[in-house]
């Protein structure tokens, strides 16, 4: 199972969904990663950036007081959140980056949602003397400012997306016509599992490296490997990252945490509520209409604000690998709450959702059992949305 | 030989064909079928219909906003099918679908070739559905007889353009510049040798169309003499009926008499 996809997909879920003019393009950046992948010179580049620039390995952290309060299974922190950067984005972020390097590609285009990518590209190029080029939603913008701001701060061009929803599927939209238009100078940086074959692979591989942490620091740690593995799922890049060390081992349960949103029909749950369909060049499952629109999504964090999610994500649920589970924006913003007092640490409202979720596992799981939360980033950037809703559940 | 093929090999030498795009249910679903009539009018020997998407990745500013008013006005994948259906009783010229392949894929693939076969379309145009995964589906679009328009680009190597040229059916349309849908200020010399390019695998095998780009009528010449049997024209036309909430009464006399001029440029 571990070495999906086949012919690039993963079961049915996959392929590549997009016009003619990228298809060769498509089939350049495979044969090119496949061959820098295993290339100790690029590996070492990797490892050593992210050692060094990045901030690897990073912690796995015995959340205590929260493990009290859950009163259950000990809950373990992978502290994605203190990259460089503030979130995992950075590992993928450099992986592609030295890849578009090698294949002689100067100019880098992003999406971005909540606008963690987009500062994880801007970074990530800045330090590799690449040209950063960012779509993000303006509705994004909107909420995420102190993101955009930081973008140009280190030199990328922020593009700003009115059509559509205007946020993160816009955005992605707006990215592969300018690929289309751009594609001989052109490399897009995609910043989660999604899109046409190759990406979610190529994603999933440079995430990869946190599940890889995990399984070590359990075994030194404890001895053991984790009985379950909860991570937040919008595209779904920081849960495919921390499962794919697992999926191979039935005895680690691995759950992911989609936006409930509001509640039915308002969030961005695609696995819970999708059908299966075709978005930015993979089938999987999507939030449609019965004509097969793409429905807009709701959820008080813009980094899960999706309509799709990874192929592999699909698949994984199909097979009955993994788990999908939804929290609500209340809820997930409780958790936030409740991590930053009794922890000290302030979740990003995406990781919130899982942290949410593994509370409410704990409770049910006997002491000696363990449960590893992703946290994927901080959230600096939420303390506003934060601090307006607090306000509104006060009046 | 299927409706649309016939349209091609029913010019005579050196006129090529005119392909005219129109977004379904823009600006409305009952005006969009005035806009046939004039577009027919106008001379166009096959009609290209959009079938409205959210999330037009192919398309450029102009066909995104036709999308838009065309949505909004409530056009469903259904109610196209049935302007398709009026347009080709009434003028009984051929009738592709062009739209992105979730719309498709929502319905069912088969169930939605059944439904357009029932409403009399003759060829269907996916851009998202590239000739390796259109390929699930060959056997299925010959079966029901629905012609599946597979699309080129100027990145498309000679290995593919062969095959590209042998699977697909009614004719090959070639997208002539890098990126997406909408009107250019002039042609470029790289998109004439692209038509030449292409039209070595396509000659004598299947029609060659190009589009993308494509509005004025010395275009239409230029893409013609430089060994095309036809062209597409989308972005041009849609800008014209764009202008209908302004200006009511002069939208259908310019879209016809733009269409009368782009046919004219075919003939030479």
Redesign the interface.
Known sequence: MKSYPVNGRFGEFGGQFVPETLVPALQELESAYLRWKSDAGFRAELDGMLREYAGRPTPLYFARNLTKRAGGAMIFLKREDLLHGGAHKINNTLGQGLLAKRMGKQRVIAETGAGQHGVATAIACAALGLKAEVYMGSVDIERQKLNAYRMELMGAELHSVTAGSRTLKDAINEALRDWATNVSTTYYLIGSVVGPHPYPVIVRDFQSVIGKEIRDQMRRREGRLPDAVVACVGGGSNAMGSFHEFVEKRGVKLVGVEAGGAGRGRNAASLAEGRKGVLHGMLTYVLEDEDGQIRETQSVSAGLDYPGVGPEHSYLKERGRATYVTVRDKDALRAFHLLAEVEGILPALESAHAVAHAVKMARSMKKEQSIVVTLSGRGDKDVQIVAKEAGLESE | MSEISKAFAGLAGGEGALVTYIMGGDPDPDTCSKVIDAVVAGGADILELGIP??????D?KSI?AAAVRA?SAGT??RRVLELAKNAKEKHHVPVALMT????????GFENFLRLAKSHSVDGIIV???????ASRYARLSRRMGVDNI????????AG?MRM?ASNTSGFLYL?SV???TGARQSLRRSTLALIAFAHRYTRGRVPLAVGFGISAPEHVREVIEAGADGVIVGSGIVDRVADYRENKSKVLQNVEEYVRSLKAATRG
């Open positions: 998407f959210s999330d037009p990745i192919a450029g995104q949505l469903t994948p992105y392949f979730n719309i498709l894929y929502s319905q851009p998202d559905l590239p000739l390796d995964e597979l699309l080129a680009a100027p990145t498309t190597s593919r590209l997208v890098l990126g997406v």
